[in-house]
């Protein structure tokens, strides 16, 4: 009885101590896994929090250039009413009676506070002859001035007003200062440029365009988004509600911008591919040249228009991961084929000149793509060219060369601008960062750089001096 009595005792002591390893192994387990369980949520916090403050840049970039496209609109059409009451004012002063004191009387009636700067009975010798002009005053610039000139005066001469440009551009910039500050937060500026259409380009005066300086307004869904973020690390407790709740908060502002993007596309892009076949249409079916011109116009600033539009929505499908484009086979010949036109006629429309040179050796060569989306990455190269590589001194050539080197094909874009600033190339790739600088978004070149990536290719910065500027689109070539 003692020996089996010693034997149930070990076999119990031996037994309690198989369950304290077993417990023993079960917390360290069960540690590890809660270990592991903290590690990935504060992983997933930290990754969770780089992701929203992206959302919200991309969303402010986005709400950003909407109000400028706005702003523009609405300020250029004001712009544009004022002048025309005033040439109005004026056309209806008899040409014998035209005078400074009747010239102030029609000004005051237009209500239009503009800085006449002189009167004029006679053309600069840049703008043409008297018999051109019409009974009607028209406006052009010359010699850093603004003339609202018609035939009239005494031995069949002309007369109308001088405005100085720069002081015509304050004027219109002092109209809307207190206006844009107060409810837009927001400062206007007009400057001179060579085109004399365009987006922000204002009608009737020729060679001024609009440019705005938007500070950023706080966002309801942005801030709300950021505060998520640092109210879950703070709550370590709540760790899981906190993930639960960023993840909620992630998914609702990517529907948010999808559904940004999607009015974009219902609101604008139908819209103006409308309007662009209307003016189109009437266009062709007007025999009138004033308003073959206007309509012309019309076309040119709806297709602008358009291709803003469309960059905003490549840059959103992007920047949303939904960047999703199928590609095919196609030859380097026939790519440049295809998209050499539209290319062409946007370095026309700028008054440049464009070559398309592929060596032989690379013309059969097959490429992978997306042949639309890799076509925009070339227009945006050539687009980037006509805004700011144009001299009013040189041929304004843009080069599109490509050659083979192995199983990669090199596209060099080369124009003979007055090269990129040192300080504007870090950021050259950078969205949204060459707006300002070049009265633009800021997504062209943005945009192509992710469109080379995507295809396995690479878009860089080859040179940019005095000389130029030179583009190089690196793209993988199929076996042959």
């Known amino acids: 009885m003692a020996g089996r009595r010693g034997i149930s005792r070990a076999r119990a002591v031996g037994g309690s101590g198989e369950r304290r390893r077993a417990v023993r192994a079960g917390t360290l387990l069960l540690c590890a896994a809660l270990a592991a369980c903290v590690?990935?949520?504060?992983?997933?916090?930290?990754?969770?929090?780089?992701?929203?403050?992206e959302i919200r840049a991309t969303r402010e970039a986005e709400i950003r250039a909407a109000r400028v496209v706005e702003l523009t609109q609405a300020r250029e059409t004001e712009i544009f009413r004022e002048w025309t009451r005033f040439a109005e004012?004026?056309?209806?002063?008899?040409?014998?009676?035209?005078?400074?004191?009747?010239?102030?009387?029609?000004?005051?009636?237009?209500?239009?506070?503009?800085?006449?700067?002189?009167?004029?009975?006679?053309l600069p010798p840049s703008a043409g002859t008297p018999a051109e002009l019409g009974e009607k005053f028209s406006a052009f610039r010359a010699d850093g001035d603004y003339f609202l000139m018609r035939r009239g005066?005494?031995?069949?001469?002309?007369?109308?007003?001088?405005?100085?440009?720069?002081?015509?551009?304050?004027?219109?910039?002092?109209?809307?200062r207190e206006r844009l500050?107060?409810?837009?937060?927001?400062?206007?500026?007009?400057?001179?440029?060579?085109?004399?259409?365009?987006?922000?380009?204002?009608?009737?005066?020729?060679?001024?365009?609009?440019?705005?300086?938007?500070?950023?307004?706080?966002?309801?869904?942005?801030?709300?988004?950021?505060?998520?973020?640092?109210?879950?690390?703070?709550?370590?407790?709540?760790?899981?509600?906190?993930?639960?709740?960023?993840?909620?908060?992630?998914?609702?502002?990517?529907?948010?911008?999808?559904?940004?993007?999607?009015?974009?596309?219902?609101?604008?892009?139908t819209p103006l591919a409308e309007l662009r076949l209307c003016a189109e249409t009437a266009h062709e079916r007007c025999g009138d040249p004033a308003v073959r011109g206007e309509l012309d116009r019309m076309r040119r600033s709806a297709s602008e228009l358009s291709d803003i539009v469309e960059n905003l929505l490549l840059f959103s499908r992007m920047r949303s991961g939904k960047f999703r484009v199928p590609a095919a086979e196609i030859s380097v010949d026939a790519f440049f084929r295809r998209v050499s036109d539209r290319i062409a006629e946007r370095l026309f429309a700028a008054d440049m000149d464009v070559i398309f040179d592929v060596e032989p050796a690379a013309r059969e060569r097959r490429l992978f793509v997306n042949e639309e989306t890799l076509g925009r990455v070339l227009f945006n190269l050539a687009d980037n060219a006509a805004k700011h590589a144009r001299r009013d001194d040189g041929d304004n050539l843009v080069a599109f060369r490509a050659r083979v080197a192995g199983r990669r094909l090199f596209i060099d874009v080369a124009d003979e601008g007055p090269g990129i600033p040192p300080e504007v190339r870090a950021r050259l790739f950078t969205p949204f960062a060459g707006g300002s600088a070049s009265r633009g978004l800021g997504l062209g070149l943005a945009i192509s750089a992710r469109a080379a990536r995507a295809f396995g290719g690479r878009l860089s910065l080859l040179k940019s001096d005095s000389a130029g500027t030179t583009f190089r689109l690196e793209l993988p070539l199929l076996s042959k």
């Open 39 to 53: 590690s990935a949520g504060f992983a997933a916090l930290a990754w969770l929090g780089v992701n929203v403050r």
């Open 89 to 122: 004012a004026l056309d209806a002063i008899p040409p014998e009676d035209f005078s400074e004191a009747s010239v102030r009387a029609a000004a005051s009636r237009a209500g239009a506070a503009l800085p006449v700067k002189a009167l004029a009975d006679a």
């Open 153 to 176: 005066g005494g031995n069949g001469g002309a007369q109308g007003v001088v405005l100085s440009a720069d002081a015509l551009f304050r004027a219109f910039e002092a109209e809307s």
């Open 181 to 269: 500050a107060r409810t837009e937060n927001a400062v206007m500026r007009v400057v001179p440029v060579a085109e004399a259409r365009g987006f922000g380009v204002v009608r009737g005066l020729p060679g001024a365009k609009l440019e705005f300086d938007l500070a950023p307004r706080p966002h309801a869904e942005s801030v709300a988004a950021e505060r998520a973020v640092l109210l879950a690390l703070a709550g370590a407790a709540a760790m899981l509600a906190a993930i639960f709740a960023l993840a909620v908060r992630v998914f609702l502002l990517s529907e948010k911008r999808r559904l940004f993007a999607s009015s974009v596309s219902h609101e604008l892009k």
